[in-house]
């Protein structure tokens, strides 16, 4: 059984940093899919970052240049550093993987059950 447990959330300044971490466990080997959403009261969850088993990024446009997406293949975790902290990425942090491509914001098979990035101006 696939668990995804997210850390790391915490309550920030603007302009500041954060680190979450993403750890998975009950796969046997690394899913070729895993990525971070995010939301934030009364919106719809949205896509923030994805990375496929060979490294490849997407992010959405509002952080890129801010936010970098990793993984470790061989612990099965995900991170996402975030720099330059802004009000607006206040929201639930959730993580999410998929054992097959493709990779996309739309088709992720598990998720975790989020961490909360609060950032104040």
């Known amino acids: 059984q696939v668990q995804l447990v997210e850390s790391g959330g915490d309550s920030v300044q603007a302009g500041g940093s954060l680190r979450l971490s993403c750890a998975a466990s009950?796969?046997?080997?690394?899913?070729?899919?895993m990525g971070w959403f995010r939301q934030a009261p009364g919106n719809k969850r949205e896509g923030v970052a994805l990375i496929d088993r060979d490294g490849g990024t997407n992010y959405v446009g509002s952080v890129k240049g801010r936010f970098t997406v990793s993984r470790d293949n061989a612990k099965n975790t995900l991170s996402l550093q975030m720099n330059n902290l802004k009000p607006e990425d206040t929201a639930m942090y959730y993580c999410a993987t998929r054992w097959n491509s493709p990779c996309s914001y739309t088709y992720m098979d598990y998720w975790g059950k989020g961490t909360l990035v609060t950032v104040s101006s």
């Open positions: 009950g796969y046997t080997s690394s899913p070729y899919c």
